[in-house]
């Protein structure tokens, strides 16, 4: 049966990442469904790694708030929905919970019978507004404890009448060794996602130089993203022979960056996630958010270490990138 499917999860990197499942699980269920998806414009990219979604509606309120008054800016949002407008779906749905979702939501137009579908509740933590399910056909309750990634999995799942038993399937291409951009090192490199912009879910610097030394020779790869971030990047590698600052990166050359990554360890960031989520042997270090929300549970090549509050030792994160490159 063709079905016209509607996924609208604008942000934030992090987010829309663990929302790439619902694709890959609405086509087990409907293989010749139609998906399209409403996404910031700052993360289309990462949408279009995926090949099973079809049309791809940037919405753009981040840069649309600096300009209301301009017309120029005004034609961009009628535009956007008259874009979004153009479709008549038989599912819509909003796994982000916002009253901007849900707006989005409101203004999808549905076929006779159609359903829109949201999130009845939020997570622990989470940014939920409850004022979205006024725009629902349906909403989803969940375990205020349900994982980032099976949050959108099981408001589909639940709405279409299907489990959610099998491991995350992101819809994500394998690396390419053909395309390599000059910045990147020929032999196998670490990469160290040291950046966040909570101070707090930061990890000490002393520990990311011990892990650093303790790779050597390995290359290790620090990006950075923004000022602040590059000066911390430069006290790492002035303390670590083997680590080199990388330039300025787009979002898709950070995506490259951790696919292409021999072990990628990092905080509890959008990219240390991404790398997660290419199956890479990954480490993800919490120190000031919950393990619980978004650890990568669905693959032997990902260590979680660490939890609210209770940062890991540099010894343990030594010894796990250890592990995962099979070396004592």
Do not use: C
Not at 119 to 124: D, I, P, R, V, Y
Not at 290 to 297: D, H, L, Q, R, Y
Request: charged residues 20%.
């Amino acid at each position: 049966m063709h079905v016209k499917i509607l996924l609208v999860r604008v942000s934030s990197l992090g987010d829309v990442l663990h929302n790439l499942p619902m694709v890959a699980d609405l086509l087990r269920r409907h293989p010749q469904a139609t998906i399209d998806w409403v996404v910031e414009e700052g993360y289309v990219s990462l949408v279009r790694l995926n090949p099973h979604v079809r049309k791809i509606i940037p919405f753009a309120l981040r840069r649309w708030r600096k300009g209301l008054r301009s017309p120029a800016v005004r034609a961009e949002i009628k535009a956007f929905f008259s874009t979004l407008r153009e479709e008549e779906y038989d599912l819509v749905f909003d796994t982000q919970g916002l009253l901007k979702t849900g707006i989005i939501m409101g203004a999808a137009r549905i076929k006779r019978g159609g359903r829109k579908v949201g999130l009845a509740n939020g997570s622990e933590g989470s940014g939920y507004e409850g004022i979205s399910r006024l725009f629902h056909t349906e909403s989803v309750p969940l375990d205020p404890r349900t994982h980032a990634v099976a949050r959108g999995r099981l408001v589909a799942g639940t709405a279409l009448g299907y489990p959610v038993d099998t491991a995350p399937d992101f819809g994500l291409p394998p690396p390419e060794s053909t395309q390599r951009p000059h910045w990147l090192p020929h032999e196998p490199f670490a990469v160290f996602f040291h950046g966040t912009a909570r101070d707090a879910k930061k990890w000490a610097p002393a520990n990311w130089i011990a892990t650093g030394l303790a790779l050597s020779p390995m290359p290790v790869l620090l990006p950075w993203g923004s000022e602040g971030e590059k000066r911390e990047a430069e006290a790492l590698a002035a303390r670590l022979p083997n680590a080199r600052v990388l330039p300025k990166l787009s979002m898709m050359d950070a995506v490259t960056l951790a696919q292409q990554a021999a072990l990628a360890i990092g905080v509890d960031t959008g990219l240390t996630h991404i790398a997660a989520a290419f199956y890479r042997p990954t480490v993800e270090i919490y120190a000031d958010s919950p393990k619980w929300k978004t650890e990568g549970n669905w693959s032997p090549r990902i260590v979680n270490l660490g939890d609210q509050g209770a940062p890991p030792s540099s010894a343990e994160v030594i010894a796990a990138a250890r592990g995962l490159l099979g070396v004592q």
